[in-house]
């Protein structure tokens, strides 16, 4: 129940093209979604970020959308650039006090020139 | 600017060995944390802290222990090192929460990747 399932593992998109992350939870309780970012050598870094009252959330070129009731929420990359390569988490939390944020499997993105 | 910084970038120990991970947040952040990143698994937590000399173990706290006597401090301790330990290990820290419904980014540092031979 606190597992967060993200897919695909891995992903090879072109230049200009649509990155698509999914990923689902089962615990009902969570009600923040965070996405980081990680690049080779650095520490994952918060891109974007959704709470469970709206359905989707834009960014730039990055939009999260959400499916409350079908417990999914996935990561939007328009235009695709090759310094979007990287490695993207999701994640989720409970405000029970301590924050404690549950990832997903990670997604290691190309963008191809 | 934000900063975590983690003692080592690279640690190379033998099995047995006592290991320290030092971690340093000049934020002032209340809640600090460690993870393990192994590929296909994403990060998982080990243990964290919200305050000084307090710490609670999180989804894999086993072979690890913990260490914040600063605030701004926060040790990871592997009392016998083995090589299913082997991994890139980040610390991470966060200001206290402004109260219900409201979340704080975690500040990530750059890794320190451990092998255990």
């Known amino acids: 129940q606190q597992q967060v399932k993200q897919s695909p593992q891995s992903l090879i998109v072109q230049k200009g093209g649509i990155s698509i992350i999914n990923c689902a939870y089962e615990n009902t309780a969570f009600d923040y979604f965070p996405w980081y970012q990680q690049f080779p050598g650095k520490g994952p870094a918060l891109l974007i970020a959704i709470r469970p009252d709206v359905s989707e959330k834009k960014e730039g070129r990055f939009t999260i959308s959400f499916n409350k009731s079908a417990k999914q929420f996935s990561l939007h990359i328009m235009d695709s650039q090759p310094g979007d390569s990287a490695t993207y988490f999701c994640?989720?939390?409970?405000?029970?006090?301590?924050?404690?944020?549950?990832f997903g499997t990670g997604t290691r993105l190309l963008v191809s020139p | 600017d934000v900063k975590v910084t983690q003692s080592s970038r690279y640690l190379v120990k033998r099995t047995g060995e006592k290991v320290f991970l030092e971690c340093v947040q000049d934020?002032?952040?209340?809640?600090m944390f460690w993870y393990r990143q192994d590929p296909g698994l994403g990060l998982r937590l080990i243990y964290f802290?919200?305050?000084?000399?307090?710490?609670e173990k999180g989804d894999i706290p086993e072979g690890y222990s913990v260490s914040r006597e600063k605030k701004e401090r926060f040790s990871l301790i592997l009392e016998s090192a083995s090589t299913n330990q082997t991994s890139m290990y980040l610390c991470?820290?966060?200001?206290?929460?402004?109260?219900?419904?409201?979340?704080?980014?975690?500040?990530f540092g750059p890794g320190t990747r451990l092998t255990v031979l």
């Open positions: 934020m002032d952040h209340e809640n």
């Open positions: 991470a820290s966060s200001s206290l929460a402004g109260g219900p419904g409201s979340y704080n980014e975690q500040f």
């Open positions: 802290s919200y305050d000084v000399k307090m710490k």
């Open positions: 994640a989720a939390s409970m405000n029970t006090g301590f924050q404690k944020l549950v």
